[in-house]
């Protein structure tokens, strides 16, 4: 979990590939209607988001059957991450949180991503930090991927 630019992709694929488990990004998870309101600059509300949330839900529930799943996904509220472990408390959330100059640094060069660096403070605003009662771990995302893998590893036991 965590703003836009925090290295969720990545790290989610890196660390699903070396736990043999399935990676879905949550962005892929979208509506066409949210990804045209982000790309023009527009932030999400939270009308958008619940039925995204849900679809995240989804993906974590047809994992649970089959050992395992790896989500990207922001995450930024409490409410956002009770909505997807809705089913039960067994996800860990990883949060990956860079300053917010390097987010800024990594979405002012990522070209081939919907998201616009004009959001980057929309996001920072509705963060939660994960509250005692939710099973994760807040990382500095600007240490290598190797690293931050190796913490959610530890996390996971």
Do not use: N
Request: glycine letters at 8%.
């Amino acid at each position: 979990m965590g703003a836009s630019g925090s290295g969720k992709s990545t790290i989610g694929a890196l660390l699903a590939s070396r736990r043999g488990l399935p990676f879905v990004d949550a962005d892929s998870l979208h509506s066409p209607e949210s990804i045209a309101k982000m790309a023009a600059g527009e932030p999400l509300v939270d009308e958008d988001r619940w039925p995204w949330l849900e679809r995240v839900a989804d993906q974590l529930a047809l994992a649970r059957t089959a050992g395992g799943v790896v989500v990207a996904c922001s995450a930024l509220k409490s409410a956002y991450r009770d909505a997807i472990r809705r089913d039960g408390d067994d996800v860990l959330f990883a949060h990956l949180a860079p300053a917010p100059d390097v987010l800024a640094d990594r979405l002012a060069a990522r070209t081939d991503h919907f998201m616009p660096a004009s959001l980057l403070d929309s996001q920072l605003a509705a963060l939660e930090e994960l509250a005692p009662r939710e099973w994760g771990i807040r990382i500095d995302a600007a240490v290598p991927p190797d690293q931050i893998v190796a913490l959610i590893e530890q996390a996971l036991g």
